[in-house]
């Protein structure tokens, strides 16, 4: 995996039902629940302004976190549901799924161009195109990627990028078994227009010539 496993502090939740859960929003608290592997279902509460900036920050259901919880082992957990007030929009309620190193998963990772500004189809005036800002993987817990990447440096306008153009991360597959369209380089639209004009203009003499 790039990049360190970031930590997420929580701390177990004493009680259980609506009102335990009520209780922990009133104290600012976001009440959850960590499920799977060998144990017992733990509920738990996270601080609510930790939560909210990690969700603003994106990608945050695709992140594996090293969860600190007092009086248990660290352990290795994705989220698996944000549960949100339907009329604020916030959390007000996360599921985590315990993780080994050896687990796989489907997660959806982002897709990083590369080399946009020397790009021969770019610099003509083309389009870039993106079909699939983000690509769902099988990946292993251990080894999650940060992104994927795709070098534009020789694509030119028509070009459309496939994810066998992709060099994918050591143990990570697509969990689509077909070889679906990521991006094209489109022409700009004034060429388009000219290209559309000038096939009309041939329809039209071609069909007074009859």
């Known amino acids: 995996m790039a990049g360190e496993i970031p930590d997420l502090h929580a701390e177990v939740r004493t009680g259980t039902g609506k009102g335990a859960a009520r209780q922990a929003r009133r104290e600012g608290k976001v009440p959850g629940v960590v499920f799977g592997g060998d144990a017992d279902p733990v ?17 945050f259901k695709s992140t594996l976190f090293n969860m600190k919880l007092d009086g248990h082992d660290d352990v290795r957990v994705i989220c698996r549901d944000v ?21 796989r998963i489907n997660l959806f990772i982002h897709v990083d161009f590369l080399n946009q500004e020397t790009c021969p189809g770019l610099k003509k005036g083309g389009v870039l195109t993106v079909v699939r800002p983000e690509v769902e993987l099988n990946v292993l817990a251990g080894d999650i990627p940060e992104k994927i990447e795709i070098d534009l440096a020789e694509t030119d ?54």
Request: charge should be negative.
């Open 43 to 59: 509920a738990i509460n996270l601080p609510f302004n930790e939560l909210f900036k990690r969700l603003k920050a994106g990608r």
């Open 83 to 103: 549960q949100r007030d339907v009329v604020k929009d916030l959390p007000t309620h996360v599921d985590f799924m315990r993780l080994r190193r050896t687990s």
């Open 157 to 210: 306008i028509g070009d459309v990028l496939h994810i066998s153009d992709v060099t994918l991360p050591e143990g990570a597959k697509a969990t689509i078994d077909r070889d679906f369209v990521i991006a094209n380089i489109s022409a700009p639209s004034g060429l388009r227009s000219a290209e559309d004009e000038a096939e009309g203009e041939g329809e039209e003499a071609e069909g007074g010539e009859e």
